[in-house]
């Protein structure tokens, strides 16, 4: 995953983790080039596990029930490549919207 979300960084972009990594993960040869070539920015910010609770697992879990309580506020979810058009169509008021998500092909 974390290789897509890199590639899909624009030039100059800005990527933050905010982990505490417990799984393995490793960024592909492409993945390396595209930080190099697009000048990303990565930073990170670690957070540790205090023993009984793990706060991320508790913040994810507590991600996954608001999600429930928000359903219906994203009107669209639509492709990076259709940003252009979509742009264009919310600036002339084409369609009715509350908040559009643009995803990567």
């Not at 359903?71 to 669209?76: A, C, E, F, P, W």
């Not at 058009?85 to 600036?91: A, D, L, P, R």
């Amino acid at each position: 995953m974390i290789n897509n979300v890199i590639n899909a960084l624009l030039p100059k972009g800005l990527m933050v983790i905010l982990s505490n990594q417990i799984k393995k993960a490793s960024l592909d040869h492409k993945t390396l080039n595209n930080i190099i070539r697009k000048e990303i920015k990565i930073i990170g910010s670690w957070s540790s596990t205090i023993y009984p609770n793990n706060e991320w697992d508790l913040s994810m879990n507590g991600l996954k029930e608001f999600q429930t309580k928000i359903t219906g506020l994203i009107s669209h979810k639509l492709k990076f490549s259709d940003c252009n058009k979509v742009f264009k169509e919310m600036y002339n008021k084409d369609f009715k919207y509350s908040k559009v998500v643009l995803y990567p092909d």
